[in-house]
């Protein structure tokens, strides 16, 4: 059955230090894998997808995400992270039900990210 | 542009209460989904509507009922809720009216806190 796994629950980083997310997912067919973000009180906002061509995708906020498929992973990445990106980071595949008619996306349990001035 | 909008932002009701959760884009979207997000297991798909007049089931549709009332308005009710329907409850919408092009975003309101006591 399609998963998708978020190792890390919580995770705390220094404002300005580096973050990495990890994101592994278990899909028969090619993925269409996504990042959102959950700021407290807030809906999910897009931060990036990958759905096909270059690995290493980039997305809004400075975030970017590298697929691998050789280890069926999607990690986040920010080079400098700060205050303002405390939240929780979701990982989701997109799949779509042929049984159901319906698209779906398949999430993660999320990271929750503290920023520590 | 709202994009997603939910109402209410947080409800309480007592076991055995009904009520329904209102969800409506001006994005001019075809398909419409509500989910539930309980801590440590992401977000579920309750029920879905590819286009206007069509819903259909999700993954945990148990409890629950949809109307899509409108191309704009899709609202999830519960008939006799129970404290195992505490989540918060998101409601989500994507341009594509159905169909496998599961890369589409799909864009998500800012959720109803649900408590059942």
């Known amino acids: 059955a399609q998963s998708v796994t978020q190792p890390d629950i919580h995770i705390t980083v220094s404002e300005g230090a580096s973050l990495e997310l990890r994101c592994n997912y278990s899909?028969?067919?090619?993925?269409?894998l996504f990042w959102y973000v959950q700021s407290p009180g807030q809906g999910l906002q897009l931060l990036l997808k990958?759905?096909?061509?270059?690995?290493l995708v980039q997305g809004i906020k400075g975030f970017e995400a590298e697929f691998k498929r050789s280890q069926s992973s999607f990690n986040l990445r920010k080079p400098s992270v700060h205050w303002s990106d405390a939240a929780e980071y979701f990982c989701?595949?997109?799949?779509?039900?042929?049984?159901?008619?319906?698209?779906?996306?398949?999430f993660g349990a999320g990271t929750r990210l503290a920023v520590h001035p | 542009n709202a994009g997603v909008t939910q109402t209410p932002k947080f409800q309480v009701l007592k076991t055995g209460q009904s009520m329904t959760l209102q969800c409506a884009q001006d994005m001019n979207h075809n398909s419409m989904y509500w989910y539930r997000q309980d801590p440590g297991m992401g977000l579920r798909l309750i029920y879905y509507?590819?286009?206007?007049?069509?819903?259909d089931k999700g993954e945990v549709p148990n409890g629950y009922n949809v109307s899509r009332l409108n191309k704009r308005e899709f609202s999830l009710r519960l008939e006799s809720a129970a404290p195992s329907q505490t989540s918060v409850y998101f409601c989500?919408?994507?341009?594509?009216?159905?169909?496998?092009?599961?890369?589409?975003?799909?864009?998500f309101g800012p959720g109803t806190r649900l408590l059942v006591l």
């Open positions: 899909y028969g067919a090619t993925p269409y």
């Open positions: 989500a919408s994507r341009r594509l009216a159905g169909g496998p092009k599961v890369e589409e975003t799909q864009y």
């Open positions: 509507s590819a286009s206007e007049g069509t819903t």
């Open positions: 989701a595949v997109g799949r779509f039900s042929w049984a159901g008619g319906y698209n779906k996306l398949i």
């Open positions: 990958y759905f096909s061509g270059d690995t």
